[in-house]
Structure formats: structure tokens, C-alpha cells
Nanobody
Framework: QVQLVESGGGLVQAGGSLRLSCAASGSSFSISTLRWYRQAPGKQRELVAQISSGGTTSYADSVKGRFTISRDNAKNTVYLQMYSLKPEDTAVYYC???????????WGQGTQVTVSS
């Protein structure tokens, strides 16, 4: 069983930055794909960024050049560094881990990011 705990959310002014962290339990972290999703009020959850076990990253067009996903396998932690934040980045951000063996998905509880204009 995998547990994910996000932290680092908060209130920030437009143009500011935040770094989200997601700490995972379990032994499969290093061989899993890790993702950050977000869900704004009244909208569907959307994929923001992902990083493979090999370190390959991809991003939603809306955050390219502003957000960076990274992982520290020694700490079982994935990060989302967010720069140049915009009000439209306001959402609850969720960490997701997908195991390599069966593709099982695990989710964190979410952390609120609010960007004021």
C-alpha cells in the first residue's frame, strides 16, 4: 500500500512562486511514474506534469516554461516547482503515483494553491 502526502500549498500573489512536495511511503517509488494533477472549482481534474522512472518529464501547455517537476528517489519525494504563478493556476493540486507492475494509481489528499491578482 502506498500513501502520498502533499505539502507546500498556500496563498501567493500573481507572479510569485511555490514549491509543492509529495512524500510517498512504500518501496515502489523509484520505479513508478509520478504525476501532478490539479482541479479548479467547477472544472475537471487535469494533468499538469509527469515524470517517469527514468526522469523523462512532460507538461501541460498551460504550465510549460513555468513549472518544473522533479523527483528524489532517495527521499521518496516528488516536487513541483511553480514560477510566475497566475490566478488561473488556482486549484487543488494532487500528487499521483502509478506503479510500474500493475499500473495501480495512488492519490494524495491534495493541497490548495491560491494565486491572487
Amino acid at each position: 500500500q502506498v500513501q502520498l502526502v502533499e505539502s507546500g500549498g498556500g496563498l501567493v500573489q500573481a507572479g510569485g512562486s511555490l514549491r509543492l512536495s509529495c512524500a510517498a511511503s512504500g518501496s515502489s517509488f523509484s520505479i513508478s511514474t509520478l504525476r501532478w494533477y490539479r482541479q479548479a472549482p467547477g472544472k475537471q481534474r487535469e494533468l499538469v506534469a509527469q515524470i517517469s522512472s527514468g526522469g523523462t518529464t512532460s507538461y501541460a501547455d498551460s504550465v510549460k516554461g513555468r513549472f518544473t517537476i522533479s523527483r528524489d528517489n532517495a527521499k521518496n519525494t516528488v516536487y513541483l516547482q511553480m514560477y510566475s504563478l497566475k490566478p488561473e493556476d488556482t486549484a487543488v493540486y494532487y500528487c499521483n503515483l502509478q506503479t510500474s507492475l500493475f499500473g495501480t494509481n495512488y492519490w494524495g489528499q491534495g493541497t490548495q494553491v491560491t494565486v491572487s491578482s
